[in-house]
């Protein structure tokens, strides 16, 4: 049975002459494999390659022909959903994006099915690519909280002087100190309690921070999400992010 649903680009790989396979996390069926045939070649009518439309992070339309436990799916249409102003091209939208989807494909298992994550990570996008560049430097560290938080793993509590510390195995704020590596210092603690708080990427504003700060707090993300998923490995993004976003 055809199924129209929404879908965002997380990698493609080429197949034969003109085709791609393309990885998506869709709406209705979590990420899935789907090959697009064709795609690379040039139309008679349009004289364009198709392939410019799957850019990493793109939002599509797509009619698909889904069939359970199948690795890769057939695909019947597709169409752009949303047309990006500076996220595909302006430095610092477009890293902040590649960081996102590639946390998607750190983080989500194949055929998980994850509405409420592809709607906040959707409007995430769009919000970016409407947003001045030096207003994105919490972004990261923001996205990544959220995946946390749909994916199960919240962090619990706040910043206070009674819980000035992070417990990395338990996830939540606590009065005592671990003393290993992974204890993040107090300013990191405080701006992520900050970030945790805010209630939309509009608020993410007000919160002030530093370079080196947003650092400590997105390494220290990572490292939390590597320990409590088994789905988490190297971020390859990670360096560019922390020299785009000084």
């Keep these: ?16 002459e003109t085709s791609l396979i393309c990885t998506l996390f869709t ?6 494999s789907y090959l697009m045939k064709g795609v690379r070649s040039v139309g008679v009518k349009s004289k ?3 392939a410019g439309l799957l850019q990493i992070g793109s939002q599509l339309d797509v009619v698909v022909e889904h069939k359970p436990n199948k690795s890769l799916q057939s695909i019947k249409e597709f169409g752009v959903a949303y047309y990006y102003q500076q996220v595909q091209e302006q430095v610092v939208a477009n890293t902040v994006a590649l960081y996102a989807i590639e946390l998607l494909l750190r983080l989500l298992p194949e055929a998980s099915i994850q509405t409420d994550l592809f709607d906040f990570t959707e409007q995430f996008l ?16 923001y996205f990544t909280l959220s995946c946390a938080a749909y994916l199960g793993y919240a962090i619990q509590g ?3 002087e009674h819980t000035p510390f992070i417990s990395i195995s338990d996830a939540t704020f606590t009065a005592n100190n671990t003393g290993d590596a992974s204890v993040l210092k107090k300013d990191g603690v405080i ?3 900050a970030i945790m708080q805010c209630t939309s990427m509009q608020s993410l504003l007000h919160v002030k921070s530093n370079s080196q700060t947003r650092k400590e707090v997105l390494d220290w993300m990572l490292l939390f999400l590597k320990q409590h998923t088994e789905h988490m490995h190297t971020m390859k993004s990670l360096a560019i992010i922390h020299s785009i976003l000084h």
């Design 27 to 32: 709406e209705m069926y979590g990420v899935q």
């Design 48 to 50: 364009t390659n198709r």
């Design 1 to 16: 049975m055809q199924q129209k649903t929404k879908a965002i680009v997380l990698r493609t790989t080429k197949y034969g």
């Design 191 to 193: 701006l992520l309690s």
């Design 126 to 141: 769009q919000t970016l690519d409407a947003t001045p560049p030096n207003e994105m430097g919490n972004y990261p560290i």
């Design 158 to 160: 706040v910043y206070s």
